[in-house]
């Protein structure tokens, strides 16, 4: 009987391993990486990171055979994004009022509607559609593609039809090569369409802009996954529309930092030999930072500064001799009720 189940359940199904799966993943974590910092946009990175589990979704059963599944997936992908791009265009009352509709799974329009009110009502969708025309030409074809999969059009999307024995010992390539092929552009646009909240992470990809940006939750998109995704010229047509030429402006107004002082702000990282250096642009410290760069510059003993409860702390060149990198709240309550200002690390380790 088990061996029956078995037949009937993969009698029909072709396994194959994506040789790229490993970059793919590691590329998706470039998009999850790109956190918004918006405050009135934090349900966004929600979406975002629900585009990125339907493309691991899609790669992993495409793996097993179920390629319709696979390009089912897919199209999501594409459709959440464009969800959170319709919310997030809305003014907050009507964005508060379409939310509650969409999370009660009551009337809310369909990926055509929200396209057609986005080219005619959005904002930034808008600017970058009519900015980046040839980008989204090809996203609109790789999308009709997708519908044809999915709604099964063609002997070639059917499972019978694929493993038919008389198409078993035929090549497969074209069918692997087209999946690979939508999963980057999928890859691409969930990348583009988070560029409608904000613009940080193209800006961040600017060395002039990153030297003027404080401690953000976002991070750049990296140059390869740029090419390999969007590619170069998109990006440089993304950089016309109105958003991005308003960040930029705003960024440059601020002072550049100094690379000693950019450790201390982004990678909470100290260097001692520079702490003077450090010091000329202490208006551009936090308060915290501040502290931190003040008390490393009392003893060169001194190697790791915590804040925030331990929650975040600065390291610098001075190596510390404990082994474990956190300490437990029992640690930090000693410390709190010890009469002396020096407490013996033995008790730390």
Request: proline content about 2%; charged content about 25%; hydrophobic content about 35%.
């Amino acid at each position: 009987m088990h061996l029956f189940i078995e037949h009937r359940e993969k009698q029909n199904l072709i396994p194959y391993q994506l040789s790229g799966k490993e970059q793919y993943y590691r590329d998706l974590s470039n998009i999850e990486g790109s956190w918004t910092g918006r405050v009135d946009a934090q349900i966004a990175n929600t979406f975002i990171h629900e585009s990125v589990q339907l493309i691991v979704n899609a790669i992993s059963v495409y793996e097993m055979g179920y390629f319709d599944c696979a390009y089912y997936s897919l199209r999501q992908s594409i459709e959440i994004s464009t969800s959170m791009v319709y919310l997030m265009e809305l003014e907050s009352e009507k964005r508060e009022e379409e939310l509650k509709k969409w999370k009660s799974q009551s009337t809310f329009p369909m990926f055509n509607q929200m396209i057609k009110f986005l080219n005619t009502n959005g904002n930034v969708f808008a600017d970058m559609r009519k900015q980046m025309v040839s980008y989204f030409i090809d996203l609109q074809s790789a999308k009709e593609r997708l519908n044809k999969i999915v709604h099964k059009l063609g002997f070639n999307t059917f499972y019978v039809s694929r493993n038919h024995a008389i198409n078993q010992h035929k090549d497969k390539s074209t069918f692997h090569n087209e999946f690979t092929q939508l999963t980057e552009i999928c890859i691409g646009a969930i990348a583009v369409l988070r560029l409608t909240i904000d613009p940080m992470p193209v800006l961040l990809m600017d060395e002039e802009i990153y030297l003027r940006t404080g401690d953000t939750l976002t991070e750049p998109y990296t140059e390869e996954f740029v090419e390999k995704y969007i590619g170069s010229e998109n990006i440089e047509c993304y950089k016309n529309t109105q958003v991005y030429q308003a960040h930029v402006q705003d960024f440059m107004i601020e002072e550049k930092k100094l690379p000693s002082v950019l450790d201390v702000v982004k990678h909470k990282y100290v260097d001692r030999e520079s702490i003077e250096e450090i010091l000329s642009q202490v208006d551009l410290l936090s308060f915290i930072d501040l502290l931190a760069v003040i008390t490393f510059g009392h003893s060169d003993k001194i190697a790791i500064v915590y804040a925030y409860d331990g929650l975040q702390f600065y390291f610098s060149n001075t190596k510390s001799v404990r082994n474990k990198i956190g300490f437990s709240s029992y640690s930090f309550r000693d410390i709190k009720h010890s009469d002396s200002t020096m407490f013996p690390m033995k008790k730390l380790i």
